[in-house]
């Protein structure tokens, strides 16, 4: 009995992934929770092995988004469905990666804000996909994620959150959590690529930026234009989506 009331751990220990965390357990606004191990959030994906695909194949993995750019998909690959059969779709929220001399710029709080408020506004047609994708039926569970796990896939998550009922203080929690999975990545990176000193120091500030001001910002930003996350959803035009998403990853009310 004891054992059904402990709560799975919200990170993945997998071996090709840095940042594949659970977005099950978050209470909402009506007093229900996200069910566990049924959504998912990650960087790349394309380093998982045969083991990493068997523990996701247990978990009864279904759909993979892809938030990373064409040229990213094309230079470092995709999920490798040749080990797991999914339902893969690739959705860019942006369409190039920003310049090298703009990196720097990630140590700026106002500058993330800046580029998470681009990327909701720019990547608006993939997130409204993104989110129709989830909600079909037999999508889940299912995983969005991009390079790293914690721009582009955060700027989703916390959409997605919003649209759930999650209030806005864990949905910054919940992003501030890459904070951990970035120092691993750098440190891999690092390892990976001896050679590459200097280019890796150059994207420092990229990596390790996970402001949890920005991330307030941003939902600040959005509620102060569209008033709830309600009306975002019927701006973007998902409103029949986040319904069924609601009744899909939401554990039934508890009783009184």
């Not at 594949?20 to 566990?36: Q, V």
């Not at 930026?209 to 307030?216: I, L, Q």
């Amino acid at each position: 009995m004891a054992d059904a009331l402990v709560e799975p751990t919200r990170r993945l220990p997998l071996a090709g992934c840095f940042n594949f965390r659970d977005l099950g357990g978050y209470p909402t606004a009506d007093g229900r929770r996200l069910r566990w191990r049924t959504l998912f959030r990650a960087d790349g994906l394309t380093r998982l092995d045969a083991a990493d695909c068997r523990v996701l194949a247990e978990l009864g993995l279904a759909t993979v988004i892809d938030l990373r750019t064409r040229g990213e998909a094309d230079e470092r690959g995709r999920f490798p469905r040749d080990l797991l059969a999914v339902d893969y779709h690739h959705l860019p929220l942006i369409d190039v990666l920003p310049p090298t001399e703009e990196l720097e710029h990630y140590r700026e709080p106002a500058y993330v804000t800046a580029r998470y408020t681009q990327i909701l506004r720019e990547g608006s047609g993939s997130i409204v996909r993104a989110v129709e994708v989830l909600a079909r039926p037999g999508s889940l569970p299912a995983v969005f994620h991009c390079s790293a796990g914690k721009d582009r896939t955060g700027v989703l998550a916390a959409v997605v959150l919003g649209f759930l009922g999650v209030a806005v203080p864990t949905i910054v929690a919940d992003y501030a959590l890459s904070g951990e999975a970035m120092v691993a990545m750098l440190e891999w990176l690092r390892q990976e690529n001896p050679d590459s000193a200097e280019r890796i120091e150059r994207l420092r500030p990229a990596v390790m930026s996970a402001p949890p001001e920005s991330m307030a910002a941003v939902l600040e930003h959005v509620l102060a234009e569209h008033g709830s996350f309600e009306g975002l959803a019927q701006r973007l035009g998902v409103g029949p989506a986040v319904r069924r998403l609601r009744h899909e990853l939401l554990e039934p009310r508890p009783d009184p």
